[in-house]
Nanobody, 122 residues
Framework: DLQLVESGGGSVQAGGSLRLSCQSA????????MGWYRHSPEKKREGVAS???????SYADSVKGRFTISKDNAKNTLYLEMNSLKPEDSAMYYC????????????????WGKGTLVTVSS
């Protein structure tokens, strides 16, 4: 079973920044697309960003220019750098993965972490 473990969530004021991390034994390697998703009580789960095995990225319009997804294969870690945070970014953020060559930010994923909570106050 593939385990994904998120960290880095917290509480920040609007305009602030956070960096989320997702660690796994192997998913940052060649075969996996990886992504970040979020879910809040007010909204259904939505894709935020994805990165394919070749480093290509995809973002939801709501986070373009503010969030950056990246991965460090040597550390088996996926990141989501979040800047200029807004209250509407508040949600549980999940790391996810799927064996695929290409994936958009809202791609169907097979493996999920348990999430890390981000709260942005106004």
């Amino acid at each position: 079973d593939l385990q994904l473990v998120e960290s880095g969530g917290g509480s920040v004021q609007a305009g602030g920044s956070l960096r989320l991390s997702c660690q796994s034994a192997r998913v940052t390697a060649s075969s996996y697309c990886m992504g970040w998703y979020r879910h809040s009580p007010e909204k259904k789960r939505e894709g935020v960003a994805s990165i394919n095995p070749y480093g290509g990225t995809s973002y939801a319009d709501s986070v373009k220019g503010r969030f950056t997804i990246s991965k460090d294969n040597a550390k088996n870690t996926l990141y989501l750098e979040m800047n200029s945070l807004k209250p509407e970014d508040s949600a549980m953020y999940y790391c996810a993965a799927v064996i695929a060559s290409l994936c958009e930010y809202d791609y169907d994923m097979d493996y999920w972490g348990k999430g890390t909570l981000v709260t942005v106050s106004s």
